[in-house]
């Protein structure tokens, strides 16, 4: 039995924020799940499409100084759906984000070309050489 007092609360502590369900990184700062057997293939872990998107729809959106409720207005959609959007948290369909697009001065297909760079610039830090690999990330073909 416990020395406490009947009618006193106790203390159940958290988990670190970090290991929170539903805490959401950058990402750049997402750690690569691991997959067993191959080590390459934890070097080269794209990002999910929905994460890059996000980026993007809130890097305009900053980068015009407007708040999350001024663009959700404009978009005529939810001000926590936009923001789970830019989280990279939902999966917006093609209307959401052509309506976000369009509210932030850009077409649908601005802002794919523009998750699509962001693709193109993360595929490209991720192919470098890999340690103990045979051909040291070089190959001739013939």
């Known amino acids: 039995m416990s020395n406490e007092a009947p009618n006193q609360a106790r203390v159940i502590p958290l988990r670190p924020q970090s290991a929170r369900p539903g805490s959401v990184r950058p990402v ?19 990002p999910l499409w929905r994460d890059l998107v996000g980026d993007v ?5 900053l980068a015009q100084e407007r708040t999350l409720k001024d663009v959700a207005d404009a978009a005529r959609i939810s001000m926590p759906y936009l923001s789970e959007v830019e989280r990279g948290r939902k999966e917006a369909s093609s209307e959401v984000l052509a309506a976000a697009a369009q509210a932030l001065g850009l077409g649908l297909g601005d802002l794919l070309s523009l998750a699509q760079g962001e693709l193109t610039r993360h595929s490209a830090r991720s192919r470098r050489a890999v340690p103990g690999s045979p051909y040291n990330g070089m190959c001739l073909a013939a």
């Open 28 to 46: 750049s700062e997402r750690p690569a799940p691991t997959p067993p057997g191959n080590p390459a293939a934890r070097e080269t872990r794209e």
């Open 57 to 61: 729809l809130r890097r305009e959106r």
